[in-house]
């Protein structure tokens, strides 16, 4: 606590004293007070003492060059407005602990001597708050990192600054700046069943857009009233519209999902499986319904001169030129050789007309009879030409040997639905129906051989049959010469 010098002195003036004493006295009682209020330096000090339960009140301003002190141990000093009929005010309080001498100031926005400390803000009791710079330990709750609250230079807001990059910030992005020489970030912790959320508003709406993460669920979520643009090098490369289309080098996607490529000799996707195992797949698209036509597609592919193939929604394949082919190159190939007789295989082979089961499921009796083989038959003449795969959801339709489908009431696993395949018992034959045509066409060349070797034989009959008869001819002639 400070002291104060009591060397102030007045004179009093005698009771009963004439008035020229007590007018002598006031002026230099008035003279000495004067210049005790009105002295600079350190000599000196004027303790103004107000007894207990007394108030002091300024109704003016209160204008000071130097330093207002209040002493004792529970002095305050109060600001108050009146709210309601009631005394409401905020307080500055030195605390009790206060000892040795030392000073502690509260200077803000700049904080002296805190280096390496926080600004804590803690309650000491019911209606009390406490605000101080103390270190941080254990749990640092409450806590504001002075490190970064000082010499700030970069934007019109909050810079957190704990070194200086020498970098600048954008005017358009400079209401909150982190900055640090090392790695800088933001992090928005949450309980584990809340969620931690960016959000984007304006005067007509509070969010028109946002970037979230819910813990329950692990869901990150970008959201935007309108379109989500994606750049590298200040370039548009991806876009997702309002409508949910995506365009990936093509800013105003049309269908689902736009892919353009302006880079010459370059292929426009890529799918690569890198798994090691058996178990790879490519793409597969899907129909929820069965157009089960030639009016839709599977696949179409044009360029700007025509179409020039297309799978049609019924599987059937059709391309511009009708043309049809394998990689036959005799320098990749090895143990040329003429093949086998096909003959017998040929010949063996039931061609049979059926109606697919699916078919009938969609269109009953209208189902069109197919002209083919069918595998088991073909496997006891050709076994090679059978091959076998998994069942799909409508070969177990059609026979319920090959497995099960999941239904009403399953446990049904994540990514399937009702319906799927759940189980697979049997595999389903299929035939390799282009080695079937090559057989055919061996089998033909035989045919035609003996059809040749035949008509050799038919034509070499034919031809000793009229030398005999010309022969004969020629002896009847002779025998008619003689005669005359």
Known sequence: MPSYSTNLNLAKPT???????????????????DGIFNAAGTGTSVGLQVGSGKTLKVGGTLTATG???LTG??????????????????????PNEMSGGANYSLVLPAAQGT?????????????????????AGGQADNYFATSGLSNKDLGVGLHLKIADTGASVSSNADELVIENTNDAGLSILTANDAGGYV???????DNVGEIA???????????????INFKTNNTNRMIIDSAGKVGIGETNPDVKLKVKNDINNS???KFHNSHGGAGQYGLNIKFDTAP???????????????????IWADGDFQNHDNSFGSISDERIKQDIRDSNSQWNDIKAVKVRNFKKKDDVRQYGENAWEQIGVVAQELEAISPKLIKNKDPEFNDILSDSSFGTLYEEGDEIPEGKKIGDVKEIKEKVKFVNYSILYMKSIKALQEAMDRIETLEAKVQAAALQEAITKIESLESEIDQLKGVN
């Open 15 to 33: 009771v009963g004293g004439d008035t020229n004493q007590w007018g002598g006295y006031l002026n230099t009682n008035t003279d000495t007070l």
């Open 67 to 69: 330093t207002i002190q």
């Open 73 to 94: 141990s529970q002095n305050e000093l109060r600001f108050f407005e009146a709210i309601g009929g009631a005394d409401n005010y905020v307080a500055l309080k030195a």
């Open 115 to 135: 280096a390496g400390q926080f600004l804590k803000l803690t309650s000491l009791s019911g209606s009390e708050g406490l605000l101080q710079f103390a270190d």
């Open 199 to 205: 959000k984007f508003g304006d005067p007509q709406d």
């Open 213 to 227: 993460y819910t813990h329950d669920d692990n869901n990150f979520t970008f959201s935007s009233g309108s379109a």
């Open 267 to 269: 292929f426009m996707c």
């Open 292 to 310: 089960d036509n030639n009016s839709q597609y599977f696949l179409n592919g044009e360029d700007s001169s025509a179409t020039r193939f297309i």
